[in-house]
């Protein structure tokens, strides 16, 4: 064994005696770790400061209590979460979610791949994430203002716009950034930056809605593009329905592809004429309604119980944009069996550690989330300098940086695979380049 897979292992020890129980965390660190050992037998000094050790330990983790009052009046208590994971390169940032499944586990796993994903952007942020086990489903628009309000009179205290910028992620869209935003103002006064996501009335970026899911598209055409193909003509399998999907869905439309699915947790649509990004819009973002009303509207689709990625139906492209570990090693027998030729990750780890070997066996093209989601983190940056200079960028202007960012993470995704002897391996890439950034500024600030 060299000194690199040992170290990488006793760290992997380490990491797992201190927090055996927290599953997605543990998962997150050893995908990361296995991509790793080309990195640390060509720099040494990265083993001699110990920086693995000191990377996957976050720099702070939040937790409280979240007392709100529903609409009968009982006292309700969630838990709330921030964990800032690294903040060498820049100020935490990251989303918040809103989902009954968050766990600091999850919180963890989402926070260390943030802060790769964060130093892919090109951009000077860290990397946080954050959230509650508060589920917004079937909740009323008041009491959704009344949790988020209890949240942030809590999280308040921990962020700032030089220190850690919160965005949206599941469960937490326009809606609940305003009212986060409006409880945060009365507590600590108007500093715009300090939230990301925000409507365009009161310090929002044109384009940022889009930008996941736009981002998500624009790579996935590069990765074909490198493999001397496009989007034209091709069927794409699209899971969630939520932010991420939507977007995604008009872009792969605009770009010459047809999607033909998509999701939500209760089952998904088949519409082979092509999924109507506008009528998922209206039932998710105005009326906050199942994607089973797709079918009842679009005489062309037909709804599923169950997880899309169980379906028997032919595609070329699969992007994953509704939650963690949603492709296990037997669906992603059956994405390849359907045909799929690449897979890109709107979802942050959508894809078990099975599902991504079973991809590599089958030289599917696998565009991993660090890389192919990190446009909406993007253009939370982006939000966040136009904030700082009072200015406000055109649609145009934006979705043209966006472009730019997402070329940009798979060039360098490209050239660092290349550089450590992995090339055409996208996730060793686009880990390695994530990496090698954060890593050097750590060591140039000391023991940090
Ligand atoms: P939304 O809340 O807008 O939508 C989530 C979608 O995924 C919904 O259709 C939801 O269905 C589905 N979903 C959520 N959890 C599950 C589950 N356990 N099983 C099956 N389906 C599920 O969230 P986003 O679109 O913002 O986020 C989707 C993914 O993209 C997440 O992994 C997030 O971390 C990631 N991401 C988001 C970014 C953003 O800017 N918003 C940026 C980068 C990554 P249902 O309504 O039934 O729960
Ligand atoms: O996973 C993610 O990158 C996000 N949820 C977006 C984070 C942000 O700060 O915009």
């Known amino acids: 064994m060299s000194k690199a897979t040992d170290y990488l292992q006793s760290v ?46 976050p720099e702070r983790v939040i937790q409280f209590r979240v007392p709100w009052l529903d609409d009968a009046g009982h006292m309700c208590v969630n838990r709330g979460f921030r964990v800032q994971f690294n903040s060498a390169i ?15 586990s999850i919180v963890k796993f989402l926070g260390f ?24 489903k079937g909740k009323s628009d008041n009491e959704i203002m009344r949790f988020c309000q209890s949240f942030m009179t809590e999280l308040s205290k921990y962020i700032g716009l030089d220190t850690d910028v919160p965005a949206g992620d599941i469960g937490v869209g326009g809606r609940e950034i305003g009212f986060l ?20 009335s009161y310090g929002g970026s044109l384009a940022r809605t889009e930008a996941t899911g736009f981002g998500l598209a624009y790579y996935t055409d590069e990765m074909l593009k490198a493999n001397q193909t496009d989007f034209t003509g091709k069927r794409v399998a699209v899971s969630g329905a939520g932010n991420v999907a939507i977007y995604a869905i008009q872009k792969v439309a605009e770009l010459g592809g047809k999607v033909i699915t998509c999701s939500d947790s ?28 797709y079918a009842d509207r679009v005489a062309s689709a037909t709804y599923h119980e169950g997880s899309v990625w169980d379906a028997q139906v032919a595609y070329d492209i699969a992007l994953p944009c509704a939650t963690q570990n949603e492709i296990d090693g037997a669906k992603a027998a059956t994405v390849i069996a359907n045909g799929a030729k690449a897979v890109a990750e709107g979802a942050n780890m959508p894809s078990t550690p099975e599902a991504i070997a079973a991809y590599q066996q089958a030289g599917v093209l696998y565009g991993p989330a ?13 939000e966040m300098s136009q904030n700082s200079m009072r200015l406000s960028w055109t649609f145009e202007e934006v979705d043209n940086r966006l472009k730019a960012i997402m070329q940009n993470i798979f060039a360098n995704s490209v050239k660092a695979a290349n550089e450590y002897g992995v090339s055409g391996d996208y996730l060793s890439g686009a880990n390695i380049a994530g990496f090698t950034k954060v890593a050097d500024a750590m060591m140039a600030q000391g023991l940090v």
Not at 181 to 200: E, I, P
């Open 90 to 104: 820049g100020p935490y940032k990251g989303g918040l979610r809103l989902h009954p499944s968050v766990n600091l």
């Open 181 to 200: 935003y409006g409880q945060y103002k009365r507590l600590r006064g108007a500093d715009r930056g300090v939230l990301t996501g925000k409507g365009l």
């Open 266 to 293: 209760n089952g998904y649509v088949i519409d082979e004429n092509g999924v109507d990004f506008e009528v998922v819009k209206q039932i998710k973002e105005v009326e906050r309604g199942r994607i089973k009303d």
């Open 12 to 57: 992997y020890a380490v990491i797992e005696h201190r927090d055996p129980n927290q599953a997605e965390f543990l998962e997150a660190v050893h995908d990361f770790f296995q991509t790793m050992t080309p990195v640390f037998e060509k720099h040494p000094e990265y083993i001699e400061a110990n920086i693995l050790e000191r990377l996957t330990e």
């Open 113 to 136: 791949e943030q802060i790769f994903k964060n130093s892919l952007t090109g951009l000077p942020i860290g990397g946080g994430k954050g959230g509650s086990d508060f589920d917004p």
């Open 370 to 382: 660090k890389a192919a989601n990190a446009g909406g983190v993007a253009v939370s940056a982006l």
